[in-house]
Nanobody, 115 residues
């Protein structure tokens, strides 16, 4: 059973920066992908970025050049560094670990970007 715990400060002014962390407990043997998703009020859950087990990354077009996903294998942790934040980035952010026999989600972190 892989359990994920997210952390990070959730309130920031526009053009500011914020880093979210997501730490896994339990074995993540066979990890395929670590990702971040977000859901804005009244909207669907959207992919923000993911990093594969081999280190490849993919970003939503809207965050390319501003957000960076990274991982610390020793800590079973994935990070999302967000810069040049905009009010439209306000959403609940969820991390996800998908691998051999598991598809786990974090509890969600409210990120609010004020103008």
């Amino acid at each position: 059973q892989v359990q994920l715990v997210e952390s990070g400060v959730g309130l920031v002014q526009a053009v500011g920066s914020l880093r979210l962390s997501c730490a896994a407990s339990g074995s993540i043997f066979g990890i395929q992908r670590m990702g971040w998703y977000r859901q804005a009020p009244g909207k669907q859950l959207d992919l923000v970025a993911f990093i594969t087990g081999s280190g490849s990354t993919k970003y939503a077009d809207s965050v390319k050049g501003r957000f960076t996903i990274s991982r610390d294998n020793a800590k079973n942790t994935v990070y999302l560094q967000m810069t040049s934040l905009k009010p439209e980035n306000t959403a609940v952010y969820y991390c996800n670990f998908w691998g051999l026999g598991y598809d786990s989600w974090g509890q969600g972190t409210q990120v609010t970007v004020s103008s």
